[in-house]
């Protein structure tokens, strides 16, 4: 997973706001809550709005917040 996420990283854009939510979920489902959110707070903070990994990385930073 780390290897894919730093491949997608590289790669930047929408194709790290998809995959890297992706891989966010990965570590949440496997118990890593904490990686996850730094994931999603990665891709929320870039300029990639309307990416549908971007705005489902918001939705679930929120989730966690609540």
Do not use: V
């Not at 939510?21 to 300029?47: C, K, M, S, V």
């Not at 990639?48 to 966690?64: N, P, S, V, Y």
């Amino acid at each position: 997973a780390e290897e894919a996420l730093a491949e997608f990283r590289a790669k930047g854009g929408i194709d790290f706001a998809t995959a890297g939510y992706g891989l966010g979920n990965y570590f949440f489902t496997h118990g890593d809550r904490e990686r996850a959110a730094a994931i999603w707070r990665e891709i929320a903070a870039q300029p990639d709005w309307h990416a549908f990994g971007h705005i489902a990385a918001e939705a679930e930073l929120a989730r966690m917040e609540h």
